[in-house]
């Protein structure tokens, strides 16, 4: 069994950055893909971002592609959720996802672990 737990959340304004990491817990970390993704009030949850078990490659929904950067540190069981030039529509709770797979995927329903999400809010 695999927890993941996300950090870094919080308010900032439009233009700012924020850091999210999601630390996980149990074994075989850099055997796992991971994922993040983000639910805006009113919507339905959506991709952000993967990476393959290595880091060696990596995948950005187009909405935040030049802008985020996904990352990991598989040392420390951690993946990481650079997000620069913030605007008022990344506004969500972002989740953390990994799938027990070194392949990255787009899709919610591959990955099989999830975290409890963190809210991240920008103001204009």
């Known amino acids: 069994q695999v927890q993941l737990v996300e950090s870094g959340g919080g308010l900032v304004q439009a233009g700012g950055s924020l850091r999210l990491s999601c630390a996980a817990s149990?074994?075989?970390?850099?055997?796992?893909?991971m994922g993040w993704f983000r639910q805006a009030p009113g919507k339905e949850r959506e991709f952000v971002a993967t990476?393959?078990?290595?880091?060696?490659?990596?995948n950005y929904a187009d909405s935040v592609k030049g802008r985020f950067t996904i990352s990991r540190d598989n040392a420390k069981n951690t993946v990481y959720l650079q997000m620069n030039s913030l605007t008022p529509e990344d506004t969500a709770v972002y989740y953390c996802?990994?799938?027990?797979?070194?392949?990255?995927?787009?899709?919610?329903?591959?990955?099989?672990?999830w975290g409890q999400g963190t809210q991240v809010t920008v103001s204009s």
């Open positions: 996802a990994g799938r027990w797979s070194r392949s990255r995927s787009y899709y919610e329903y591959e990955y099989n672990y």
């Open positions: 149990g074994r075989n970390f850099n055997n796992y893909a």
């Open positions: 990476i393959s078990w290595s880091g060696g490659s990596t």
